[in-house]
């Protein structure tokens, strides 16, 4: 599967954006999703996560209360909603995609534990 990330942008602190990230294929309905991003000079680092019915939604706790991921199969689209935005969440970001339906929370916050990955969307927050 091909997923293509966007939305991203620059944004001041304070601010909203929300990312979208369209697959390619019609099987999206059984993939787990996974949203990382990686600020410079830093390791790639979990976001948030939702199972592929949309059922469970797990996020890091950074973002939590300030961030929301969903899912519309309908569209093959996940988004991240990003609200409140700091310049600590300055990054690029990255949606990723996990075929096997099985899944945890602990799980989905595991980078290796994704089969696909989207080439990222560029966030930058301003103070």
């Known amino acids: 599967v091909q997923l293509q990330a966007s939305g991203g942008g620059l944004v001041q602190a304070g601010g909203s954006l929300r990312l979208s990230c369209a697959a390619s294929?019609?099987?999206?309905?059984?993939?787990?999703m996974g949203w990382f991003r990686q600020a410079p000079g830093k390791e790639r680092e979990f976001v948030a996560a939702?199972?592929?019915?949309?059922?469970?939604?797990y996020y890091a706790d950074s973002v939590k209360g300030r961030f929301t991921i969903s899912r519309d199969n309908a569209k093959n689209t996940v988004y991240l909603q990003m609200n409140s935005l700091k310049p600590e969440d300055t990054a690029d970001y990255y949606c990723?995609?996990?075929?096997?339906?099985?899944?945890?929370?602990?799980?989905?916050?595991?980078?290796?534990?994704?089969?696909?990955w989207g080439q990222g969307t560029q966030v930058t927050v301003s103070s």
């Open positions: 939702i199972s592929w019915s949309g059922g469970s939604t």
């Open positions: 990723a995609a996990r075929r096997d339906e099985y899944y945890s929370g602990t799980l989905l916050r595991r980078k290796n534990e994704y089969d696909y």
């Open positions: 294929r019609r099987t999206f309905s059984n993939y787990n």
